[in-house]
């Protein structure tokens, strides 16, 4: 299993509402990455776990509260987010934080619009 | 200055045409380099991971330079398949494991 997925493909929330975006993969890697991507531009990194552990916390508003329940699971919480929060969110892994191993793989993304 | 800075584009080639993209960073401790591809509304994609002095794929070559702190990516009889938005990415290989991304480079190959 060489893939990454990510749970909803497609999300539209309320700025009052409480969600959870999903995210797994199965090849063991011991890195995980939330990024958020608005249109025509890069992936900006927001959280990254080694580990298990939250070891980058890009200085994300704490309406965003990532989560790692396991190697394999990585979840990000959203609640009370703004209208301009609307964006692609992008989970991927790595086998390493570090080293040769660090290519890191994408999920497909979360298409989030925030009303 | 950016981290990382790429060619800024569009790029517009005909199919079958050599197409060659620059990336150059600041960091002269960065360790590892790599070039992802993104097709409009998608995720991006690892192309090729850019070790030592560069590494070939095909129609596909990419180089680093260490001296002059730039990687490439040169391509090859152009598809119309190969349009996309390039990545180049950057990482200092720490413990932390932030990559830093360039802004892209588009490249649109035309009948």
């Known amino acids: 299993d060489t893939e990454v997925t990510q749970t909803p493909k497609h999300l539209v929330m309320g700025m009052t509402n409480k969600k959870s975006l999903k995210c797994e993969q199965h090849?063991?890697?011991?890195?995980m990455y939330w990024y958020k991507q608005k249109a025509k531009k890069p992936p900006e990194l927001m959280f990254v776990?080694?580990?298990?552990?939250?070891?980058i916390n890009e200085s994300v508003p704490s309406r965003f509260s990532p989560e790692c329940p396991n190697s394999s699971l990585l979840n990000l919480h959203l609640h009370a987010l703004q209208p301009e929060d609307s964006a692609l969110y992008l989970c991927?892994?790595?086998?390493?934080?570090?080293?040769?191993?660090?290519?890191?793989?994408f999920g497909p993304g979360t298409r989030l619009t925030v009303l | 200055r950016k981290e990382v800075e790429q060619d800024p584009g569009p790029f517009n080639v005909p199919e079958g045409a050599t197409v060659a993209f620059n990336c150059t960073y600041s960091?002269?401790?960065?360790?590892?380099f790599f070039w992802y591809r993104q097709d409009c509304r998608k995720e991006p994609k690892l192309l090729m991971s850019v070790y030592s002095s560069g590494n070939e794929d095909g129609r596909f070559t990419a180089q680093l330079n260490r001296a002059s702190q730039y990687i490439s990516l040169l391509i090859r009889d152009s598809k119309l398949s190969d349009s996309a938005t390039y990545l180049c990415?950057?990482?200092?290989?720490?413990?932390?494991?932030?990559?830093?991304f360039g802004d892209g480079t588009t490249l649109t190959v035309k009948p």
């Open positions: 090849m063991g890697h011991r890195a």
């Open positions: 990415v950057v990482n200092m290989n720490t413990n932390a494991g932030k990559s830093t």
């Open positions: 960091n002269s401790a960065s360790q590892s």
């Open positions: 991927a892994s790595s086998q390493d934080p570090a080293g040769r191993g660090n290519e890191q793989f």
């Open positions: 776990y080694s580990y298990e552990k939250l070891s």
